[in-house]
């Protein structure tokens, strides 16, 4: 990530920032129908899923007890926690029986790399 900051008013610097990215791999790693995991920097972890040819991203932690939801069953757009059967939709977070949900992210294919946006 690169930063800049804008001077012009000593008092009052801004922090002009670009989205960060992780690399979670390459396309043909990921085959439809599956997920993975990737560790930030942070120790969180983001799950990845293949839908078919479309890319997706949400945060890897079951909002019930914290299950890994890349070790789930993945049926469509919906991720299957496979510890007590949470089901999220995998394009926007929500969970199918509760209103709770998780984080998604943005993922960029560039260079065959999948790009999740941060």
Same mark, same amino acid.
């Given at each position: +990530?690169?930063?800049?900051?804008?001077?012009?008013?000593?008092?009052?610097?801004?922090?002009?920032?670009?989205?960060?990215?992780?690399?979670?791999?390459?396309? !043909?790693?990921?085959?439809?129908?599956?997920?993975?995991?990737?560790?930030?920097?942070?120790?969180? !972890?983001?799950?990845?899923?293949?839908?078919?040819? #479309?890319?997706?991203?949400?945060?890897?932690?079951?909002?019930?007890?914290?299950?890994?939801?890349?070790?789930?069953?993945?049926?469509?757009?919906?991720? #299957?926690?496979?510890?007590?059967?949470?089901?999220?939709?995998?394009?926007?977070?929500?969970?199918?029986?509760?209103?709770?949900?998780?984080?998604?992210?943005?993922?960029?294919? #560039?260079?065959? #790399?999948?790009?999740? +946006?941060?």
């Amino acid at each position: +990530m690169e930063s800049r900051n804008n001077h012009s008013n000593d008092q009052n610097p801004t922090i002009d920032s670009e989205p960060q990215s992780i690399v979670a791999g390459r396309i !043909e790693d990921l085959p439809s129908g599956s997920c993975t995991s990737v560790t930030l920097a942070d120790g969180n !972890e983001v799950a990845v899923y293949n839908v078919d040819g #479309e890319f997706f991203a949400t945060d890897n932690s079951c909002p019930h007890h914290g299950a890994p939801l890349a070790d789930g069953l993945l049926r469509g757009h919906v991720i #299957e926690c496979g510890w007590h059967g949470w089901q999220f939709d995998v394009r926007d977070g929500r969970c199918l029986f509760l209103s709770d949900s998780i984080a998604t992210f943005p993922v960029v294919i #560039e260079d065959g #790399e999948i790009k999740v +946006m941060l």
